[in-house]
């Protein structure tokens, strides 16, 4: 008992016995659930498995891991796990991970997103296939948050009744509204603001998109809640960011203020501002070096 709890004091290794505790997990689940790189998690799972706190059983190409403690350490266990705030970011996680291995459907359309443009097929590609589902858009409010110079935005504001176009830096406002202006899109309005408080009206949209804009931003979390706010009841978020990704340079060269995220740490954003419906897919992967991959979140604010 007290090598078990000695080897518990350590918070990585109480938040992963707490995670196979209800649900038997491979090392790729522990690193979507705690944004870990695999030889840390391995580790730790090696020392849990020795003091037989966890066992391994393998099923198919991976091992799974489930909980082996005594019921009376358990107990233990979980009152201390009471005082490791990222206990509760860990049980959202797992959550939206349960959600996505129920949907079998998902996990092909996973699937097929990796390999859509790999084979040469004339005419067809993710630019011509966006374009077209953008015909086809029915909103009557849109808002781009993190506009840039509003390429997105003037495409939407070919079937919206509105578009607002935010950003932050003037001269990106300043240069998309006179591109709007020359190419006759009345219907489209760029504002000067920031994404963590963008300057619409609560309960305005009926969607909003905030693509590869997240990354940007200082609070992320805080800019998921103004997109909660400023949204109708009803209303759909699109989120479209980089995946969690190790290309350091990334700060220096695209003045990135984080490195991506996972898809359940964009769910857990989601499901804490007060949204439902939450699904998300990594949409696209980089054929090249640094092989960054595309994380596509939608959710509805009831």
């Known amino acids: 008992m007290l090598k078990s709890l000695k080897l518990l004091s350590d918070p990585t ?14 090392v790729a689940d522990l690193q979507e659930i705690l944004g870990m790189g695999q030889s840390r998690i391995s580790t730790q799972l090696s020392q849990l498995k020795t003091a037989g706190l966890v066992a391994d059983e393998r099923s198919g190409k991976n091992n799974m891991y489930s909980c082996k403690a005594a019921p009376d350490l358990m107990e233990v266990a979980r009152a201390a796990a009471e005082e490791v705030p990222e206990v509760a970011a860990d049980k959202t996680a797992l959550r939206h991970l349960l959600r996505k291995r129920k949907d079998r459907a998902r996990a092909y359309f996973d699937e097929l997103a990796g390999r859509f443009g790999k084979d040469y097929v004339p005419g067809r590609s993710w630019k011509a296939l966006a374009e077209a589902l953008i015909k086809v858009l029915n909103y009557k409010v849109v808002a781009d948050l993190g506009a840039g110079e ?14 607002i176009a935010v950003d932050l830096s003037p001269k990106m406002v300043e240069f998309g509204q006179a591109l709007a202006i020359q190419n006759g ?43 909660f706010r400023i949204l109708k009841p009803g209303g759909r978020l699109i989120v479209l960011d980089l995946v969690l990704h190790h290309f350091d340079q990334a700060r220096e060269l695209y003045a990135d203020r984080w ?9 857990a954003m989601l499901e804490r501002a007060g949204f439902t419906g939450i699904e998300t897919v990594v949409a696209d992967k980089e054929g090249g070096v640094p092989d960054f991959q595309t994380l596509l979140g939608v959710a509805a604010r009831p």
């Open 13 to 26: 290794r109480l938040r992963i016995l707490m995670l196979v505790g209800g649900e038997a997990l491979s």
């Open 150 to 163: 509003g390429t997105l935005a003037q495409l939407l504001a070919q079937r919206a009744e509105k578009v």
């Open 185 to 227: 899109l009345s219907n489209l309005e760029y504002r000067l603001g920031d994404i963590e408080d963008p300057p619409i009206e609560d309960g305005m949209l009926d969607l909003a998109i905030l693509s590869q804009a997240l990354h940007h931003a200082e609070h992320p979390q805080r800019a998921i809640d103004a997109a």
């Open 259 to 267: 490195p991506g995220f996972s898809e359940s740490a964009l769910a």
